[in-house]
Nanobody, 126 residues
Framework: QVQLVESGGGLVQAGGSLRLACAAYGRTFGRNGMGWFRQAPGKEREFVAGISSGSTGELTNYAESVKGRFTISRDIAKNTVYLQMNSLKPEDTAVYYC?????????????????WGQGTQVTVSS
């Protein structure tokens, strides 16, 4: 059974940092696209960051709202994906979800992913 388990969420003041982790169990995702999404109350789930396993190396993509502040990375040996979040803003408050694709590509659409974690809450106070 495949499981994605997120951790690292919490309460932080604006301008602060958090590092989310997503550990995968049940299969390896070292060559699969992985993504982070978030959902704020009353809003739709939105793409945050993705990492793809391209032929020339790993590729990353980000939502415009987080470019320059968030960094996605992965540790293949640990089967874990990370999201380093710096310069956090109150509008970053949401439940953050990790997702794994069945292909090499990290789609910006949630429909491109086969597996999802349970989510971790990130709250940024002003």
């Amino acid at each position: 059974q495949v499981q994605l388990v997120e951790s690292g969420g919490g309460l932080v003041q604006a301008g602060g940092s958090l590092r989310l982790a997503c550990a995968a169990y049940g299969r390896t995702f070292g060559r699969n696209g992985m993504g982070w999404f978030r959902q704020a109350p009353g809003k739709e789930r939105e793409f945050v960051a993705g990492i793809s396993s391209g032929s020339t190396g790993e590729l990353t993509n980000y939502a415009e709202s987080v470019k320059g502040r968030f960094t996605i990375s992965r540790d293949i040996a640990k089967n874990t994906v990370y999201l380093q979040m710096n310069s956090l803003k109150p509008e970053d408050t949401a439940v953050y979800y990790c997702a794994a694709s069945g292909t090499w590509y990290s789609d910006t659409s949630s429909g491109g992913y086969n597996y999802w974690g349970q989510g971790t809450q990130v709250t940024v106070s002003s």
